[in-house]
């Protein structure tokens, strides 16, 4: 007798030879646990190339660690971890519940504890689920493999090797920056204002909005602030990124001096929606970092500095201040992110503006690039707010593609990267 394992490397090796998985129609599941979010969702997506591109959300969770998190200010990345473990098998039970698959036959649980060997609680939770259920009606995996914090990447990680093995079934692993970027240029349900939230999984599909290359992408997250153009579909070239601080990283951490909950963007968002809303006389300035700097990065340490700065001059502050100071925050991002981008967008003959990740869930962001598009005739594509920050269903997206691509892992081979770059690492291209 074959130890499963064995077979399993035999089988994926001939799946991979004959390329014979790769169907114009295909469930994915996806799995993302990059940083502090554990979200799975299955998709059914069909298209031979691009532009005949269409999905249906078959079932979506996900569980926010945010409040686990918020006594550190911060992700901590075991803590990350222990909770990635927890949260994957009652999320998975809940999405195949959602999608009311056709049960396609026992799973194979050899071998499943020797992949978890090092997530025990995880270990646990998916033998006893593998013993009650039956393999759902998926042919592929598409699982985060980067970038992210390490610790929890490899919990996915390990959660897909140890279901592909025993659904026997392929993994394409996935970069989280793609995952956004590709989430973003998606036409979701037809009504880009729909409360996504308020939806069943079902009443969810897709397609590709109509847009031309080249595009150039502004990902804003709680780790990146990139400028990428792109002459073609799924290929990248970095114009732009961050010295130091993240965009995001900078909302969160501004939000911690002020003394407001994590994650800090929504916090900062929601008290300068207050100072606009009611027309606050403005008394407080901050520096715009590198703005006239001729070329495409930035600097946000020196704003978080500035704030501290003026925090600690005017302490106790009031309510009345904390809004003020987060209104000019959230200008000064948005004048750096809008001057840098659209002058790449002039320079490079842009068409078609896209943003990405967590931050771009911002309503004045939103808003202003709006404005600055229209002005320019520029087609902009931003993914609904609750698309904007991570979830499974982008993961699910572009593992659509790279596995239309032929870009399967033999899963022995996986591998957590947590400062994963675009285009790199793309495995066993068709
Ligand atoms: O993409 P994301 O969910 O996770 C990472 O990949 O990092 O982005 C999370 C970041 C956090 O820093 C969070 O504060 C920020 O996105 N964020 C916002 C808003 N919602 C989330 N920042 C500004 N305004 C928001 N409304
Ligand atoms: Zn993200």
Redesign the pocket.
């Known amino acids: 007798m074959y130890p499963v394992g064995y077979l399993w490397c035999i089988v994926a090796e001939w799946l991979h030879a004959q390329k014979s998985y790769i169907t114009a129609e295909m469930r994915i599941l996806g799995i993302e646990t ?2 502090d ?1 554990s979200a799975v969702c299955i998709i059914d997506a069909s298209g031979h190339d691009v532009s005949d591109f269409k999905f249906r959300v078959l079932g979506n969770a996900l569980s926010s660690q945010a409040a686990a998190h918020a006594p550190y200010g911060g992700v901590f990345p075991n803590l990350a971890r222990s909770e990635h473990q927890k949260n994957l098998v009652p999320l998975l039970a809940r999405v195949i519940h959602e999608s009311k698959p056709e049960n396609q036959g026992p799973s194979s649980i050899i071998e499943v504890e020797t992949i978890l060997a090092r997530e025990q609680e995880l270990s646990k939770q998916l033998l006893e689920f593998l013993k009650t259920h039956e393999k759902p009606d998926v042919d592929t995996i598409a699982v985060t493999v980067g970038p ?1 914090l390490e610790p929890a990447l490899w919990v996915g990680i390990n959660f897909a090797k140890a279901l592909a093995h025993a659904w026997q079934i392929p993994i394409v692993p996935v970069n ?1 920056m793609e995952g ?1 970027m590709i989430i973003s240029t998606m036409y979701i349900s037809g009504d880009r204002n729909s409360r996504y939230r308020e939806l069943r999984s079902p009443d969810i599909t897709g397609q590709l909005a109509t847009f031309t290359f080249p595009t150039l992408a502004l990902l804003i ?4 602030t990139e400028l990428i153009l792109s002459r073609e579909w799924m290929q990248y070239e970095y114009i732009g990124r961050t010295r130091d601080d993240a965009v ?2 900078a ?2 951490k501004v939000a911690r001096m002020l003394s407001l909950g994590y ?4 916090e ?2 929601r008290l300068a929606l207050d100072a606009r809303k009611y027309g606050l006389r403005k008394s407080i300035f901050l520096p715009r970092p590198m703005i006239r700097e001729k070329n495409y990065d930035f600097s946000f340490a020196g704003l978080k500095t500035a704030v501290l700065k003026m925090v600690e001059t005017n302490a106790p502050v009031t309510l009345e201040f904390k809004k003020q100071l987060a209104r000019e925050f959230e200008d000064a991002v948005t004048d750096v992110l809008e001057d840098k981008t659209m002058r790449a967008v002039e320079t490079f003959g842009i068409k078609t503006l896209v943003i990405g ?3 771009s ?3 004045h ?1 939103r808003s202003e690039f709006a404005a600055a598009c229209e002005k320019t005739g520029t087609v902009l594509l931003i993914p609904p707010p609750e698309f ?3 979830n499974a269903l982008m993961i699910a997206l572009a593992g659509y593609f790279r596995a239309r691509a032929g870009q399967f892992s033999v899963p022995d081979k996986l591998r957590a990267n947590g400062s994963l770059k675009l285009g790199e690492g793309e495995e066993m291209p068709a």
């Open positions: 990059s940083c979010d992210g989280h956004h997250s709680g780790a990146h995001g990283e909302f969160d994650p800090g963007g929504p900062i968002s990740g967590g931050v869930a911002n309503r962001i904007a920050t991570d």
